[in-house]
């Protein structure tokens, strides 16, 4: 069974992950910060919560956090390319301008010493 797939739930917590990732390739530093870390995080709250909405779709939260990392870092995963896929079917080259900054954003979270990179 895919847990709540097709339900009135299911669309809302498929809602609630769609914004997540918008909110990650967005244009405000904080809400990107955020999501990025609920999309990514290897462990702790974020990874259960995000286990947990992904779960109730009958999706790992482990796989697709492993498959945005691969994004973020811009590498080949096994299963094909890891590109950050937009919400449309065209890629644009605003789509890649966001793109580019979350990977810019990842690399301060995977390094936070260095100065953050901000959308302003």
């Known amino acids: 069974m895919d847990g709540m797939t097709g339900t009135a739930e299911g669309t809302f917590v498929a809602a609630i992950i769609s914004q997540a990732y918008s909110d990650m ?3 405000n530093d904080d809400h990107a910060y955020t ?3 609920f999309l990514t995080a290897p462990n702790g709250r974020h990874a259960r919560w995000r286990g947990e909405l992904f779960g109730l779709l009958g999706l790992d939260g ?3 956090a492993r498959r945005i990392v691969e994004g973020l870092e811009g590498l080949e995963g096994l ?3 890891a590109d950050l896929h937009p919400f449309t079917l065209e890629t644009s080259d605003q789509h890649t301008a ?3 900054l979350a990977r810019k954003r990842w690399l301060y979270l995977k390094h936070p010493h260095a100065l953050p ?3 302003v």
Do not use: F
């Open 25 to 27: 390739l967005g244009p």
């Open 35 to 37: 999501a990025t870390t």
């Open 62 to 64: 482990d796989i697709a």
């Open 79 to 81: 299963e094909g390319n």
């Open 98 to 100: 966001q793109v580019e």
């Open 117 to 119: 990179a901000s959308s």
